[in-house]
């Protein structure tokens, strides 16, 4: 894979539904794979996405749905990270599903049989509070 890229916008409320506190946020996000599995096969372009973010003190717990490329995917992650000044520094992992389908949303060099494309990210963020 590349190195891809994502930005993510969060409402700047803190939610609570009883004891729970989350934001809601909306995510852009490249991604791009090839030549791996299948053999000759590329998965790429933009996804977009509506995620949920549960802080708990240096950690946060994100979940979310939308599209990569034009199927439908999902996605979990975990972060740590510090507060310097205005700027929040996190390192965490991530996993992303994308849902094939059959037919033309199926991209190039999938067969008709398979039911996902799975990945795991590493990363590293950079968070600006304004």
């Not at 708990?56 to 979940?63: L, M, N, R, Y």
């Not at 037919?103 to 060099?109: A, H, K, Q, R, V």
């Amino acid at each position: 894979s590349n190195i891809d890229y994502r930005v993510n916008v969060d409402f700047p409320m803190l939610m609570e539904l009883g004891s729970i506190k989350f934001r809601i946020g909306l995510e852009v996000a490249t991604f791009s794979f090839s030549n791996y599995l299948p053999v000759g096969g590329e998965f790429s372009g933009i996804g977009a996405m509506g995620v949920l973010s549960f802080p708990a003190g240096p950690s946060t717990v994100q979940i979310g749905g939308g599209i990569m490329g034009s199927v439908p995917s999902v996605m979990a992650s975990q972060s740590f990270g510090i507060n310097v000044a205005a700027f929040n520094i996190r390192i965490g992992i991530r996993t992303t599903m994308a849902i094939l389908q059959g037919g033309s949303t199926l991209p190039e060099g999938f067969e008709a049989d398979d039911t996902s494309a799975n990945w795991l990210d590493g990363f590293i963020s950079i968070g600006y509070t304004l």
